[in-house]
T-cell receptor
């Protein structure tokens, strides 16, 4: 069985602060894919990043960066210099096959105050 | 390039009725997945369609059924509606297997059962 745990439920920061969203996953599969999605108040889930289990290189894309650690089954996501427009619910998700179903965590509500 | 579209945006039904939700995938995508998102929760996988066949199914009763058409668009049908079926229903599309498998979501259909 697959499981995604997002222990943080709500985070509030002041604009320009850095913020890290935590994600811990469980799977017995050796090949899997991890994702972060953003859900603004409009409701549409917006794809942010994707990581394969066989590629542990951590990357930075603009203000976004992520830290994938197989040893701790964690896939944390950091927003640098947060902006008010970053306010949304952020979901971590896991898939264990190409085009396979996504298993989501419960989401983290991020509020960025001006 | 149109993204994933869903109709209708909002729907109000009475307990016991039947409902049909529609989804058109992103251009170039042939796989459609449906998710149910209850208030304050992460999306839950209902089923996935590929080549007009149900390829995967989540833990949902047979009251939930679907269909995929030759143009890859899809429908989600829910019979004998219960109050607990009230949720945001999200459709996601993805590219053929073997390519980048991130799922792109539509804006969702908000279903209210009274």
């Amino acid at each position: 069985a697959q499981k995604v745990t997002q222990a943080q439920t709500e985070i509030s920061v002041v604009e320009k602060e850095d913020v890290t969203l935590d994600c811990v996953y469980e799977t017995r599969d050796t090949t899997y894919y991890l994702f972060w999605y953003k859900q603004p108040p409009s409701g549409e889930l917006v794809f942010l990043i994707r990581r394969n289990s066989f590629d542990e290189q951590n990357e930075i894309s603009g203000r976004y960066s992520w830290n994938f650690q197989k040893s701790t089954s964690s896939f944390n996501f950091t927003i640098t210099a947060s902006q008010v427009v970053d306010s949304a619910v952020y979901f971590c998700a896991l898939s264990t096959g190409a085009n396979s179903k996504l298993t989501f965590g419960k989401g983290i509500t991020l509020s960025v105050r001006p | 390039d149109a993204g994933v579209t869903q109709s209708p945006t909002h729907l109000i039904k009475t307990r016991g009725q039947q409902v049909t939700l529609r989804c058109s995938p992103k251009s170039g995508h042939d796989t459609v997945s449906w998710y149910q998102q209850a208030l304050g929760q992460g999306p839950q996988f209902i089923f996935q369609y590929y080549e007009e066949e149900e390829r995967q199914r989540g833990n949902f009763p047979d009251r939930f059924s679907g269909h995929q058409f030759p143009n890859y668009s899809s429908e989600l049908n829910v019979n004998a509606l219960l109050l607990g079926d009230s949720a945001l229903y999200l459709c996601a599309s993805s590219r053929p297997s073997g390519t980048r498998n991130e799922q792109y979501f539509g804006p969702g259909t908000r279903l209210t059962v009274t």
